[in-house]
Nanobody, 121 residues
Framework: QVQLVESGGGLVQAGGSLRLSCAAS????????MAWFRQAPGLEREFVAA????????DYADSVKGRFTITRDNAKNTVYLQMNSLKPEDTAVYYC??????????????WGQGTQVTVSS
């Protein structure tokens, strides 16, 4: 069992930056692939970024490539999402997820409760 708690969301102006954190409790965090998804009002939850258990491989949605960076610190049981050059369309609730392999689908086994990110124009 893995429990995930996101933090770091907030209100930021367009062009600004935020860093989200996802702290995991439970065993074997370092064996899980981790991902970030987001969900805007009225829309489906969508893939943002993912990272393998080792951190050696990452994947990004086209909409955030070059602006967002996913990293992990297995010693701290934490995964991060550095978000730069934020746009109003990045406004959403951001969720972290854990699963056995990296994927763009919502097939991850464990999910956090989410953290709100609001980007003003």
């Amino acid at each position: 069992q893995v429990q995930l708690v996101e933090s770091g969301g907030g209100l930021v102006q367009a062009g600004g930056s935020l860093r989200l954190s996802c702290a995991a409790s439970g065993r074997l965090f370092s064996s899980y692939a981790m991902a970030w998804f987001r969900q805007a009002p009225g829309l489906e939850r969508e893939f943002v970024a993912a990272i393998t258990w080792s951190g050696r491989s990452t994947d990004y949605a086209d909409s955030v490539k070059g602006r967002f960076t996913i990293t992990r610190d297995n010693a701290k049981n934490t995964v991060y999402l550095q978000m730069n050059s934020l746009k109003p369309e990045d406004t959403a609730v951001y969720y972290c997820a854990a699963g056995p392999y990296i994927s763009r689908s919502r097939s991850y086994n464990y999910w956090g409760q989410g953290t709100q990110v609001t980007v003003s124009s």
